[in-house]
Protein backbone atom coordinates (compact mmCIF):
# COMPACT_ATOMS: atom_id res chain seq x y z
CA UNK A 1 0.00 0.00 0.00
CA UNK A 2 0.88 3.24 -1.04
CA UNK A 3 0.40 6.69 0.95
CA UNK A 4 2.38 10.46 0.29
CA UNK A 5 2.48 13.39 2.84
CA UNK A 6 4.95 16.33 2.83
CA UNK A 7 6.37 15.31 5.97
CA UNK A 8 6.12 12.43 8.26
CA UNK A 9 7.52 12.05 11.59
CA UNK A 10 8.44 9.15 12.97
CA UNK A 11 7.56 8.50 16.98
CA UNK A 12 5.59 10.89 18.97
CA UNK A 13 7.00 11.31 22.39
CA UNK A 14 8.46 14.12 23.88
CA UNK A 15 10.23 14.84 20.63
CA UNK A 16 7.84 13.69 17.67
CA UNK A 17 5.06 15.61 19.59
CA UNK A 18 6.44 18.40 19.67
CA UNK A 19 7.53 18.57 16.03
CA UNK A 20 4.43 17.50 15.48
CA UNK A 21 2.33 20.60 17.48
CA UNK A 22 4.81 22.84 16.48
CA UNK A 23 4.29 22.04 12.60
CA UNK A 24 1.31 21.86 12.62
CA UNK A 25 0.03 24.97 11.50
CA UNK A 26 1.81 24.00 8.23
CA UNK A 27 -1.62 22.00 7.83
CA UNK A 28 -3.84 24.76 7.31
CA UNK A 29 -1.86 25.68 4.02
CA UNK A 30 -2.51 22.15 2.66
CA UNK A 31 0.53 20.96 3.85
CA UNK A 32 0.06 17.04 4.89
CA UNK A 33 1.68 15.69 7.77
CA UNK A 34 1.68 12.36 9.76
CA UNK A 35 3.12 11.08 12.74
CA UNK A 36 3.96 7.49 12.63
CA UNK A 37 3.69 5.73 16.66
CA UNK A 38 5.05 1.90 16.96
CA UNK A 39 2.85 1.68 20.01
CA UNK A 40 -1.03 1.60 20.77
CA UNK A 41 -3.08 4.55 21.57
CA UNK A 42 -4.91 3.41 25.01
CA UNK A 43 -8.36 4.80 26.02
CA UNK A 44 -8.36 6.38 29.35
CA UNK A 45 -10.60 3.50 31.02
CA UNK A 46 -7.49 1.41 29.92
CA UNK A 47 -4.75 2.79 32.29
CA UNK A 48 -5.36 0.44 35.15
CA UNK A 49 -2.57 0.97 37.45
CA UNK A 50 -1.87 -2.96 37.24
CA UNK A 51 1.79 -3.53 36.99
CA UNK A 52 2.43 -6.20 34.66
CA UNK A 53 -0.65 -5.38 32.25
CA UNK A 54 0.21 -1.74 32.11
CA UNK A 55 4.23 -2.78 31.72
CA UNK A 56 2.88 -4.77 28.76
CA UNK A 57 0.87 -2.24 27.18
CA UNK A 58 2.99 0.75 27.15
CA UNK A 59 6.80 -0.31 27.32
CA UNK A 60 8.75 -1.83 24.97
CA UNK A 61 9.51 -5.22 25.53
CA UNK A 62 7.36 -4.68 28.66
CA UNK A 63 9.71 -3.23 30.28
CA UNK A 64 12.14 -5.28 29.78
CA UNK A 65 14.77 -4.14 27.22
CA UNK A 66 18.31 -5.52 28.14
CA UNK A 67 21.24 -4.16 27.30
CA UNK A 68 23.63 -6.67 24.93
CA UNK A 69 25.42 -7.74 28.02
CA UNK A 70 22.39 -8.21 30.27
CA UNK A 71 23.64 -6.17 32.83
CA UNK A 72 21.44 -3.80 32.73
CA UNK A 73 17.13 -3.24 31.93
CA UNK A 74 16.34 0.11 29.50
CA UNK A 75 12.72 1.56 30.33
CA UNK A 76 11.72 3.01 26.60
CA UNK A 77 8.03 4.02 26.61
CA UNK A 78 6.28 2.53 22.97
CA UNK A 79 2.49 4.24 22.85
CA UNK A 80 0.95 7.43 21.81
CA UNK A 81 3.12 9.73 23.44
CA UNK A 82 6.22 7.77 23.30
CA UNK A 83 7.87 7.76 27.10
CA UNK A 84 5.77 10.87 28.16
CA UNK A 85 3.43 8.15 29.21
CA UNK A 86 5.00 6.61 31.50
CA UNK A 87 7.61 9.24 32.91
CA UNK A 88 6.73 11.13 36.41
CA UNK A 89 6.44 14.61 34.89
CA UNK A 90 9.33 15.96 36.19
CA UNK A 91 10.47 18.91 34.30
CA UNK A 92 14.01 20.47 34.88
CA UNK A 93 15.42 23.29 32.32
CA UNK A 94 18.71 22.24 31.18
CA UNK A 95 21.84 22.93 33.16
CA UNK A 96 23.97 25.73 31.76
CA UNK A 97 27.45 24.12 32.65
CA UNK A 98 26.10 20.50 30.14
CA UNK A 99 25.14 23.07 27.16
CA UNK A 100 28.49 24.77 27.36
CA UNK A 101 29.90 21.10 27.76
CA UNK A 102 28.54 19.95 24.84
CA UNK A 103 30.04 22.80 22.60
CA UNK A 104 28.01 22.99 19.37
CA UNK A 105 28.42 25.23 17.14
CA UNK A 106 24.59 27.69 16.99
CA UNK A 107 23.46 25.99 19.92
CA UNK A 108 23.41 28.43 23.04
CA UNK A 109 22.05 27.34 26.07
CA UNK A 110 20.27 30.64 26.14
CA UNK A 111 18.13 29.49 23.19
CA UNK A 112 17.92 26.23 24.44
CA UNK A 113 16.63 27.45 28.02
CA UNK A 114 13.80 29.81 26.40
CA UNK A 115 12.78 27.24 24.11
CA UNK A 116 12.25 24.55 27.60
CA UNK A 117 10.75 27.34 29.71
CA UNK A 118 7.70 27.74 26.84
CA UNK A 119 6.75 24.51 26.92
CA UNK A 120 7.10 24.49 31.08
CA UNK A 121 4.85 26.84 30.39
CA UNK A 122 2.59 25.29 28.16
CA UNK A 123 2.57 21.74 29.85
CA UNK A 124 1.71 23.65 33.29
CA UNK A 125 4.74 22.68 34.93
CA UNK A 126 5.00 24.17 39.03
CA UNK A 127 5.90 22.49 42.28
CA UNK A 128 3.54 20.38 43.94
CA UNK A 129 1.51 22.10 46.48
CA UNK A 130 2.71 20.56 50.32
CA UNK A 131 0.13 19.33 51.37
CA UNK A 132 -0.02 16.61 47.81
CA UNK A 133 3.67 15.48 48.93
CA UNK A 134 3.64 12.10 50.58
CA UNK A 135 5.94 11.00 53.54
CA UNK A 136 8.15 8.78 51.41
CA UNK A 137 9.13 12.05 49.96
CA UNK A 138 9.16 14.39 52.86
CA UNK A 139 11.08 11.73 54.62
CA UNK A 140 13.62 12.28 51.88
CA UNK A 141 13.60 15.60 52.28
CA UNK A 142 14.20 15.71 55.90
CA UNK A 143 17.06 13.65 55.76
CA UNK A 144 18.60 15.64 53.81
CA UNK A 145 18.11 18.81 55.64
CA UNK A 146 19.30 17.04 59.01
CA UNK A 147 22.65 16.27 57.24
CA UNK A 148 22.85 19.93 55.40
CA UNK A 149 22.77 18.46 51.85
CA UNK A 150 21.11 21.17 49.07
CA UNK A 151 17.88 18.80 48.61
CA UNK A 152 15.51 20.68 46.03
CA UNK A 153 12.03 20.29 44.39
CA UNK A 154 10.54 18.94 41.04
CA UNK A 155 9.07 21.18 39.47
CA UNK A 156 6.11 18.89 37.18
CA UNK A 157 3.63 19.03 34.93
CA UNK A 158 0.81 17.86 36.56
CA UNK A 159 -2.85 18.86 35.87
CA UNK A 160 -5.25 17.38 38.80
CA UNK A 161 -3.11 14.78 40.17
CA UNK A 162 -5.15 12.56 42.03
CA UNK A 163 -1.47 10.73 44.22
CA UNK A 164 -2.67 7.68 42.69
CA UNK A 165 1.41 7.29 42.40
CA UNK A 166 1.23 5.32 39.29
CA UNK A 167 2.53 7.58 36.76
CA UNK A 168 4.67 5.14 35.22
CA UNK A 169 2.66 2.51 34.31
CA UNK A 170 0.50 5.68 32.68
CA UNK A 171 -1.38 8.00 34.51
CA UNK A 172 -4.53 6.85 34.89
CA UNK A 173 -6.26 9.96 35.51
CA UNK A 174 -5.24 11.98 32.79
CA UNK A 175 -2.53 14.10 34.77
CA UNK A 176 0.43 14.33 33.29
CA UNK A 177 0.93 16.53 30.79
CA UNK A 178 2.97 15.07 28.64
CA UNK A 179 2.68 14.82 24.79
CA UNK A 180 0.15 12.68 25.00
CA UNK A 181 -2.38 14.86 26.37
CA UNK A 182 -0.89 18.15 25.31
CA UNK A 183 0.84 18.30 21.80
CA UNK A 184 -0.09 15.68 19.79
CA UNK A 185 -4.39 15.98 20.31
CA UNK A 186 -3.62 19.94 19.92
CA UNK A 187 -1.96 18.72 16.39
CA UNK A 188 -4.53 16.63 15.51
CA UNK A 189 -6.65 19.17 16.13
CA UNK A 190 -4.87 20.98 13.77
CA UNK A 191 -4.77 18.50 10.77
CA UNK A 192 -1.37 15.91 11.85
CA UNK A 193 -2.70 12.88 11.00
CA UNK A 194 -1.22 10.18 13.69
CA UNK A 195 -0.88 6.78 12.82
CA UNK A 196 -0.30 3.85 15.41
CA UNK A 197 0.40 0.59 15.60
CA UNK A 198 2.77 1.58 12.73
CA UNK A 199 6.25 -0.02 12.95
CA UNK A 200 8.93 2.06 10.39
CA UNK A 201 11.05 -0.84 9.51
CA UNK A 202 13.70 1.67 7.11
CA UNK A 203 13.77 5.08 5.10
CA UNK A 204 15.70 5.19 1.16
CA UNK A 205 15.37 8.00 -0.68
CA UNK A 206 12.00 10.35 0.38
CA UNK A 207 10.08 6.92 1.30
CA UNK A 208 9.48 5.96 4.78
CA UNK A 209 8.87 1.74 4.43
CA UNK A 210 6.59 1.12 7.27
CA UNK A 211 4.36 -2.06 8.66
CA UNK A 212 1.14 -1.73 10.32
CA UNK A 213 0.69 -4.13 13.06
CA UNK A 214 -2.99 -5.75 13.36
CA UNK A 215 -4.17 -5.18 17.31
CA UNK A 216 -4.01 -8.40 18.89
CA UNK A 217 -7.58 -9.83 20.55
CA UNK A 218 -5.99 -9.34 24.36
CA UNK A 219 -4.27 -6.10 23.49
CA UNK A 220 -4.88 -2.87 24.63
CA UNK A 221 -5.47 0.05 23.02
CA UNK A 222 -7.44 1.30 19.96
CA UNK A 223 -7.08 -0.47 16.60
CA UNK A 224 -4.48 1.92 13.76
CA UNK A 225 -6.16 4.07 11.28
CA UNK A 226 -5.00 1.89 8.91
CA UNK A 227 -4.99 -1.08 7.81
CA UNK A 228 -2.47 -4.14 8.74
CA UNK A 229 0.18 -4.59 6.15
CA UNK A 230 3.01 -3.40 4.69
CA UNK A 231 3.40 0.62 3.45
CA UNK A 232 5.74 2.67 1.13
CA UNK A 233 4.91 6.68 2.12
CA UNK A 234 6.65 9.22 -0.05
CA UNK A 235 7.39 12.10 2.00
CA UNK A 236 9.56 15.29 0.70
CA UNK A 237 10.67 15.80 4.48
CA UNK A 238 11.58 13.00 7.17
CA UNK A 239 11.85 13.70 11.22
CA UNK A 240 13.16 10.81 12.80
CA UNK A 241 12.26 11.00 16.46
CA UNK A 242 12.28 7.21 17.80
CA UNK A 243 14.31 7.61 20.35
CA UNK A 244 17.25 7.43 21.77
CA UNK A 245 17.94 3.78 20.54
CA UNK A 246 15.49 3.17 17.46
CA UNK A 247 16.36 6.31 15.78
CA UNK A 248 19.82 5.48 15.44
CA UNK A 249 19.00 1.72 15.04
CA UNK A 250 16.62 2.81 12.14
CA UNK A 251 19.56 5.19 10.13
CA UNK A 252 21.48 2.11 10.22
CA UNK A 253 18.97 -0.23 8.21
CA UNK A 254 18.28 2.28 6.30
CA UNK A 255 21.59 2.41 4.90
CA UNK A 256 23.74 5.04 6.39
CA UNK A 257 26.35 3.73 9.09
CA UNK A 258 29.32 4.28 6.44
CA UNK A 259 27.98 7.72 5.81
CA UNK A 260 27.97 8.55 9.13
CA UNK A 261 30.61 6.76 11.38
CA UNK A 262 29.27 8.30 14.60
CA UNK A 263 25.98 6.75 14.15
CA UNK A 264 25.00 4.49 17.59
CA UNK A 265 28.15 6.85 19.43
CA UNK A 266 28.04 8.25 22.58
CA UNK A 267 25.44 6.33 24.04
CA UNK A 268 24.62 7.61 27.39
CA UNK A 269 21.48 6.52 29.94
CA UNK A 270 22.17 7.80 33.67
CA UNK A 271 22.54 4.23 35.20
CA UNK A 272 20.68 3.59 38.20
CA UNK A 273 19.69 1.64 40.64
CA UNK A 274 16.68 1.66 43.38
CA UNK A 275 17.51 1.99 47.09
CA UNK A 276 14.93 0.81 49.72
CA UNK A 277 14.61 1.32 53.67
CA UNK A 278 12.49 0.30 55.95
CA UNK A 279 10.57 2.51 58.83
CA UNK A 280 9.42 1.08 62.30
CA UNK A 281 5.64 2.62 61.24
CA UNK A 282 3.82 2.81 57.63
CA UNK A 283 4.44 5.82 55.88
CA UNK A 284 2.47 7.34 52.92
CA UNK A 285 4.63 5.84 49.99
CA UNK A 286 2.07 4.66 47.23
CA UNK A 287 -0.14 7.37 47.26
CA UNK A 288 0.94 11.00 46.44
CA UNK A 289 2.93 11.66 43.35
CA UNK A 290 6.47 9.61 43.78
CA UNK A 291 8.84 12.24 42.79
CA UNK A 292 9.00 15.77 44.51
CA UNK A 293 12.76 15.97 45.49
CA UNK A 294 15.86 15.76 44.24
CA UNK A 295 19.88 16.21 45.34
CA UNK A 296 22.17 17.57 42.55
CA UNK A 297 24.85 18.61 44.48
CA UNK A 298 26.83 16.10 43.61
CA UNK A 299 26.54 15.22 40.29
CA UNK A 300 30.20 17.00 39.46
CA UNK A 301 31.90 16.05 42.54
CA UNK A 302 31.26 11.85 43.20
CA UNK A 303 28.97 11.38 39.61
CA UNK A 304 25.35 11.08 40.96
CA UNK A 305 22.11 12.49 41.69
CA UNK A 306 19.36 11.32 44.03
CA UNK A 307 15.74 11.29 43.13
CA UNK A 308 12.85 10.16 45.51
CA UNK A 309 10.92 7.77 43.81
CA UNK A 310 8.09 4.37 44.76
CA UNK A 311 8.11 1.92 42.45
CA UNK A 312 5.78 -1.79 42.54
CA UNK A 313 5.91 -4.91 43.65
CA UNK A 314 7.42 -6.61 41.09
CA UNK A 315 10.24 -3.57 40.18
CA UNK A 316 11.10 -3.28 43.41
CA UNK A 317 11.25 -7.37 44.04
CA UNK A 318 13.64 -7.10 41.29
CA UNK A 319 15.30 -4.04 42.36
CA UNK A 320 16.32 -5.93 45.50
CA UNK A 321 19.09 -8.11 45.61
CA UNK A 322 19.35 -11.24 46.27
CA UNK A 323 16.59 -13.18 47.45
CA UNK A 324 15.22 -16.07 49.90
CA UNK A 325 14.06 -14.94 53.52
CA UNK A 326 15.99 -11.55 54.34
CA UNK A 327 14.61 -9.79 50.33
CA UNK A 328 10.71 -11.36 51.51
CA UNK A 329 11.03 -9.49 54.70
CA UNK A 330 11.47 -6.19 52.69
CA UNK A 331 8.92 -7.10 49.89
CA UNK A 332 6.21 -7.99 53.25
CA UNK A 333 7.38 -4.50 54.66
CA UNK A 334 5.99 -2.83 51.76
CA UNK A 335 3.78 0.04 53.75
CA UNK A 336 7.21 0.67 55.58
CA UNK A 337 9.22 1.56 52.81
CA UNK A 338 10.90 4.33 51.61
CA UNK A 339 12.62 4.50 48.15
CA UNK A 340 15.36 6.66 47.00
CA UNK A 341 16.31 6.26 42.95
CA UNK A 342 20.79 6.84 42.39
CA UNK A 343 21.28 7.73 38.98
CA UNK A 344 24.92 7.82 37.54
CA UNK A 345 26.07 10.47 35.60
CA UNK A 346 27.81 8.43 33.01
CA UNK A 347 29.86 10.10 30.26
CA UNK A 348 29.94 9.56 26.99
CA UNK A 349 32.21 5.98 26.01
CA UNK A 350 33.71 4.54 23.07
CA UNK A 351 32.26 1.21 23.83
CA UNK A 352 28.73 2.22 24.65
CA UNK A 353 26.29 2.47 21.69
CA UNK A 354 23.88 1.53 19.63
CA UNK A 355 23.94 -1.03 16.87
CA UNK A 356 21.88 -3.67 15.26
CA UNK A 357 21.68 -7.30 14.77
CA UNK A 358 21.69 -9.43 11.68
CA UNK A 359 17.74 -8.90 11.18
CA UNK A 360 17.97 -5.10 12.11
CA UNK A 361 16.88 -5.26 15.58
CA UNK A 362 18.86 -2.41 17.76
CA UNK A 363 21.70 -4.02 20.27
CA UNK A 364 23.00 -1.77 22.85
CA UNK A 365 26.24 -2.14 23.88
CA UNK A 366 27.22 -0.54 27.42
CA UNK A 367 29.92 -1.34 29.79
CA UNK A 368 30.42 0.54 33.33
CA UNK A 369 33.12 2.71 33.69
CA UNK A 370 34.93 3.30 37.16
CA UNK A 371 33.21 6.42 36.97
CA UNK A 372 29.66 5.29 37.00
CA UNK A 373 30.82 2.22 39.37
CA UNK A 374 31.49 4.83 41.77
CA UNK A 375 28.80 7.56 41.18
CA UNK A 376 26.76 4.33 41.85
CA UNK A 377 28.33 3.21 44.96
CA UNK A 378 29.06 6.94 46.59
CA UNK A 379 25.40 7.19 45.77
CA UNK A 380 23.86 4.17 47.47
CA UNK A 381 26.24 5.31 50.11
CA UNK A 382 24.45 8.40 50.58
CA UNK A 383 21.19 7.07 50.36
CA UNK A 384 21.52 4.98 53.03
CA UNK A 385 23.19 7.85 55.33
CA UNK A 386 19.54 10.07 54.22
CA UNK A 387 17.55 7.09 55.03
CA UNK A 388 18.81 6.54 58.26
CA UNK A 389 18.97 10.57 58.86
CA UNK A 390 15.32 10.31 58.32
CA UNK A 391 14.94 8.04 60.74
CA UNK A 392 14.88 4.45 58.56
CA UNK A 393 15.42 0.95 61.41
CA UNK A 394 17.21 -0.55 57.99
CA UNK A 395 17.97 -0.19 54.53
CA UNK A 396 18.51 -2.70 51.63
CA UNK A 397 22.09 -2.03 50.29
CA UNK A 398 22.24 -3.91 47.10
CA UNK A 399 26.19 -2.86 46.59
CA UNK A 400 26.97 -4.85 50.11
CA UNK A 401 27.47 -8.48 50.08
CA UNK A 402 25.21 -8.49 53.06
CA UNK A 403 22.59 -5.99 51.63
CA UNK A 404 20.68 -5.57 54.91
CA UNK A 405 22.34 -2.62 57.08
CA UNK A 406 20.47 -2.02 60.76
CA UNK A 407 20.18 1.38 62.07
CA UNK A 408 22.69 0.36 64.78
CA UNK A 409 26.05 -0.60 62.28
CA UNK A 410 26.23 2.29 60.35
CA UNK A 411 29.95 2.27 61.05
CA UNK A 412 29.28 -0.66 58.09
CA UNK A 413 28.54 1.87 55.50
CA UNK A 414 32.25 3.15 55.69
CA UNK A 415 33.69 -0.11 54.98
CA UNK A 416 30.77 -1.16 52.31
CA UNK A 417 32.49 2.01 50.40
CA UNK A 418 35.95 0.96 50.46
CA UNK A 419 35.04 -2.42 49.61
CA UNK A 420 31.51 -2.84 47.53
CA UNK A 421 30.28 -5.92 46.09
CA UNK A 422 29.67 -4.25 42.57
CA UNK A 423 29.35 -7.44 40.46
CA UNK A 424 27.18 -6.81 36.71
CA UNK A 425 24.65 -9.02 35.87
CA UNK A 426 24.16 -9.75 39.62
CA UNK A 427 23.65 -5.87 40.87
CA UNK A 428 20.22 -4.84 39.53
CA UNK A 429 20.70 -1.69 37.18
CA UNK A 430 18.25 -0.11 35.09
CA UNK A 431 18.04 3.16 33.33
CA UNK A 432 15.44 5.30 31.37
CA UNK A 433 16.89 8.72 30.47
CA UNK A 434 18.84 7.07 27.39
CA UNK A 435 20.51 9.36 25.39
CA UNK A 436 22.65 9.95 22.32
CA UNK A 437 23.30 7.78 19.35
CA UNK A 438 22.36 10.79 17.09
CA UNK A 439 24.71 13.08 18.22
CA UNK A 440 24.89 16.58 17.12
CA UNK A 441 27.98 18.24 16.15
CA UNK A 442 30.10 20.33 13.18
CA UNK A 443 30.61 17.44 10.66
CA UNK A 444 30.06 13.57 10.04
CA UNK A 445 33.47 13.13 11.61
CA UNK A 446 32.28 13.77 14.92
CA UNK A 447 28.38 13.70 14.35
CA UNK A 448 25.40 12.89 12.54
CA UNK A 449 23.54 15.80 12.87
CA UNK A 450 24.11 19.82 12.99
CA UNK A 451 22.75 21.64 15.26
CA UNK A 452 19.49 21.84 14.06
CA UNK A 453 18.73 18.33 13.75
CA UNK A 454 20.12 17.99 10.08
CA UNK A 455 21.44 14.57 9.61
CA UNK A 456 24.76 15.55 7.79
CA UNK A 457 24.47 15.49 3.95
CA UNK A 458 21.00 14.85 3.34
CA UNK A 459 19.25 17.84 3.57
CA UNK A 460 15.56 16.11 4.09
CA UNK A 461 15.97 14.11 7.08
CA UNK A 462 16.24 15.31 10.67
CA UNK A 463 16.17 13.81 13.68
CA UNK A 464 14.45 15.53 16.94
CA UNK A 465 14.79 13.27 20.12
CA UNK A 466 17.21 12.95 22.80
CA UNK A 467 19.59 10.92 20.17
CA UNK A 468 20.71 14.46 19.54
CA UNK A 469 22.43 14.66 23.00
CA UNK A 470 26.24 14.72 22.27
CA UNK A 471 26.87 13.40 26.83
CA UNK A 472 24.90 13.12 29.43
CA UNK A 473 22.19 15.82 30.16
CA UNK A 474 22.74 14.65 33.79
CA UNK A 475 19.41 15.50 34.57
CA UNK A 476 15.49 14.73 33.59
CA UNK A 477 16.02 15.15 30.07
CA UNK A 478 12.24 15.68 28.50
CA UNK A 479 11.99 19.42 28.62
CA UNK A 480 15.54 19.81 26.35
CA UNK A 481 14.22 16.94 24.09
CA UNK A 482 11.28 19.02 23.37
CA UNK A 483 13.49 22.58 23.32
CA UNK A 484 15.81 21.01 20.64
CA UNK A 485 12.87 19.34 18.97
CA UNK A 486 11.55 23.07 18.87
CA UNK A 487 14.50 24.02 16.36
CA UNK A 488 13.89 21.21 14.17
CA UNK A 489 10.37 22.37 13.51
CA UNK A 490 11.61 25.95 13.10
CA UNK A 491 14.33 24.94 10.87
CA UNK A 492 12.13 23.06 8.30
CA UNK A 493 9.13 25.99 8.77
CA UNK A 494 12.16 28.29 7.51
CA UNK A 495 12.83 25.70 4.78
CA UNK A 496 9.47 24.78 3.99
CA UNK A 497 9.88 26.39 0.13
CA UNK A 498 12.95 24.30 -0.48
CA UNK A 499 11.69 21.54 1.74
CA UNK A 500 8.62 20.70 0.73
CA UNK B 1 6.96 -23.18 27.00
CA UNK B 2 7.55 -23.92 30.79
CA UNK B 3 6.72 -27.98 30.51
CA UNK B 4 9.66 -29.42 30.09
CA UNK B 5 11.28 -27.47 33.04
CA UNK B 6 8.44 -27.24 35.56
CA UNK B 7 9.56 -29.17 38.38
CA UNK B 8 13.40 -27.08 38.24
CA UNK B 9 11.51 -23.82 37.98
CA UNK B 10 8.90 -24.60 40.62
CA UNK B 11 11.73 -25.21 42.95
CA UNK B 12 13.63 -22.33 42.22
CA UNK B 13 10.66 -20.04 42.79
CA UNK B 14 10.49 -21.49 46.27
CA UNK B 15 13.99 -20.99 46.91
CA UNK B 16 13.69 -17.37 45.77
CA UNK B 17 10.49 -16.40 46.98
CA UNK B 18 10.06 -19.22 50.31
CA UNK B 19 6.38 -18.19 50.71
CA UNK B 20 6.27 -19.83 47.50
CA UNK B 21 6.23 -23.02 48.87
CA UNK B 22 2.88 -22.59 50.26
CA UNK B 23 0.85 -21.96 46.73
CA UNK B 24 -1.53 -24.42 45.58
CA UNK B 25 -2.29 -25.87 42.40
CA UNK B 26 -3.86 -22.93 41.00
CA UNK B 27 -2.05 -20.53 42.22
CA UNK B 28 1.20 -22.02 40.68
CA UNK B 29 -0.55 -22.01 37.52
CA UNK B 30 -1.43 -18.39 37.60
CA UNK B 31 2.16 -17.83 38.71
CA UNK B 32 3.18 -19.60 35.62
CA UNK B 33 0.64 -18.29 33.31
CA UNK B 34 2.17 -14.76 34.02
CA UNK B 35 5.85 -15.82 33.28
CA UNK B 36 4.75 -17.91 30.33
CA UNK B 37 2.77 -14.37 28.91
CA UNK B 38 5.95 -12.48 29.54
CA UNK B 39 8.40 -14.87 27.54
CA UNK B 40 5.81 -15.46 24.65
CA UNK B 41 6.71 -11.61 23.58
CA UNK B 42 10.20 -12.09 23.91
CA UNK B 43 12.99 -13.20 21.52
CA UNK B 44 13.14 -16.79 20.90
CA UNK B 45 16.81 -17.28 21.80
CA UNK B 46 16.28 -15.34 25.13
CA UNK B 47 13.38 -18.18 25.83
CA UNK B 48 16.04 -21.05 25.08
CA UNK B 49 18.10 -19.72 27.20
CA UNK B 50 15.99 -19.66 29.99
CA UNK B 51 15.35 -23.31 29.53
CA UNK B 52 19.23 -24.07 28.99
CA UNK B 53 19.79 -22.10 32.46
CA UNK B 54 17.48 -24.23 34.51
CA UNK B 55 18.78 -27.56 32.94
CA UNK B 56 21.88 -26.67 33.86
CA UNK B 57 20.95 -25.65 37.33
CA UNK B 58 19.78 -29.00 37.51
CA UNK B 59 22.63 -30.62 35.79
CA UNK B 60 25.23 -28.59 38.10
CA UNK B 61 23.02 -30.36 41.62
CA UNK B 62 23.14 -33.79 39.39
CA UNK B 63 27.67 -34.21 39.42
CA UNK B 64 27.76 -32.38 42.75
CA UNK B 65 24.98 -33.59 45.14
CA UNK B 66 23.76 -36.77 42.49
CA UNK B 67 20.11 -35.13 42.67
CA UNK B 68 18.47 -33.06 40.91
CA UNK B 69 17.99 -29.37 42.07
CA UNK B 70 14.00 -30.10 42.68
CA UNK B 71 14.91 -32.90 45.33
CA UNK B 72 17.77 -31.17 47.26
CA UNK B 73 17.13 -29.47 50.69
CA UNK B 74 15.80 -25.89 50.92
CA UNK B 75 19.65 -25.33 52.44
CA UNK B 76 21.56 -26.76 49.33
CA UNK B 77 19.06 -25.09 46.82
CA UNK B 78 19.65 -21.91 48.41
CA UNK B 79 23.80 -22.45 48.32
CA UNK B 80 23.38 -23.39 44.53
CA UNK B 81 21.81 -20.14 43.94
CA UNK B 82 24.09 -18.09 45.58
CA UNK B 83 26.76 -19.58 43.82
CA UNK B 84 25.26 -19.04 40.42
CA UNK B 85 24.52 -15.48 42.03
CA UNK B 86 27.83 -14.89 42.47
CA UNK B 87 29.45 -17.11 39.96
CA UNK B 88 33.20 -15.53 38.41
CA UNK B 89 31.40 -15.50 34.98
CA UNK B 90 29.22 -13.09 34.31
CA UNK B 91 26.86 -14.65 31.96
CA UNK B 92 26.13 -17.24 34.53
CA UNK B 93 25.67 -14.17 36.74
CA UNK B 94 23.26 -12.74 34.38
CA UNK B 95 21.26 -16.28 34.01
CA UNK B 96 20.51 -16.54 37.32
CA UNK B 97 19.78 -12.79 37.81
CA UNK B 98 17.02 -13.77 34.64
CA UNK B 99 15.50 -16.78 36.54
CA UNK B 100 15.23 -14.86 39.51
CA UNK B 101 13.82 -12.15 37.73
CA UNK B 102 10.81 -14.58 35.69
CA UNK B 103 10.28 -15.52 39.79
CA UNK B 104 9.73 -12.57 41.41
CA UNK B 105 7.56 -11.22 38.47
CA UNK B 106 5.21 -14.58 38.43
CA UNK B 107 4.92 -14.35 42.28
CA UNK B 108 4.75 -10.32 42.65
CA UNK B 109 3.13 -10.22 39.68
CA UNK B 110 -0.41 -12.08 41.11
CA UNK B 111 -2.86 -9.89 42.49
CA UNK B 112 -3.23 -11.57 45.69
CA UNK B 113 0.78 -11.14 46.47
CA UNK B 114 0.19 -7.68 45.94
CA UNK B 115 -2.54 -7.29 48.35
CA UNK B 116 -0.49 -9.99 51.23
CA UNK B 117 2.39 -7.92 50.96
CA UNK B 118 0.30 -4.64 52.12
CA UNK B 119 0.61 -2.72 48.88
CA UNK B 120 -2.76 -1.45 48.10
CA UNK B 121 -1.81 1.40 45.30
CA UNK B 122 -5.30 2.53 43.72
CA UNK B 123 -6.20 4.82 40.60
CA UNK B 124 -8.18 7.23 42.75
CA UNK B 125 -5.25 7.94 45.08
CA UNK B 126 -5.84 10.19 48.13
CA UNK B 127 -9.21 10.29 48.13
CA UNK B 128 -9.17 6.55 49.26
CA UNK B 129 -9.69 6.06 52.53
CA UNK B 130 -6.42 4.93 54.15
Redesign the interface.
Known amino acids: MRRSYDIVIIGSGAGGGTVAQELSPLCREGVRIAVLEKGPKLRDEE ?6 EMA ?1 ALYE ?2 G ?1 FLTA ?3 MTLALGCAYGGSTSVYTGTSLLPPQRILKRWNVPELSFEDVEQRARKFAVENNVHFLESG ?1 INENNRLFFEGCRRLNYQVQQFPVNLKG ?6 CNLGC ?2 QAKQGTDRVQLPRAERNGVEVVTRCEVLRISEKTIFARVHAKQAAAKGEPSSWEPGEYQIDAKAIVVCAGAIHSPALLMRSGWAKKLPKLGHGFTCHPAIIMVAEHNRAI ?1 N ?3 HPKSFYLDQFAESERFLLETCMY ?3 T ?3 ALA ?4 E ?2 RF ?2 A ?2 RLQMILVLACDKVDAHNRVNIDRAG ?1 PVVHYRFTPEVVSGLVQGAITSAKIFFAAGAVRVHLPIASCPTVESAETERLNQIAQQPDF ?4 L ?1 ISAAHLQGGCAMGRGPADSVTDAHGRVHGIPWLFVADASLFPDSLEINPYLTIMALADRVAETIRKDARTLL | MLSPVRPIFRAVVS ?5 ASNLDDQSWRELET ?1 VE ?2 LR ?3 PALRRQFRLFLRLVQWLCVFRYGRGFASLSPDKR ?1 RV ?1 LYL ?2 HRI ?5 G ?3 V ?2 L ?3 G ?3 K ?1 E ?2 QA ?12 P ?1
Open positions: FTGRELQDGGERTLCAGSSLPNTFVGFPFTAKGFGEHSMRFSRKTGKP | TVVPELAADRPTLQDELIRCFWGRTAFLYYGPTVIGYTADVRGWQVR
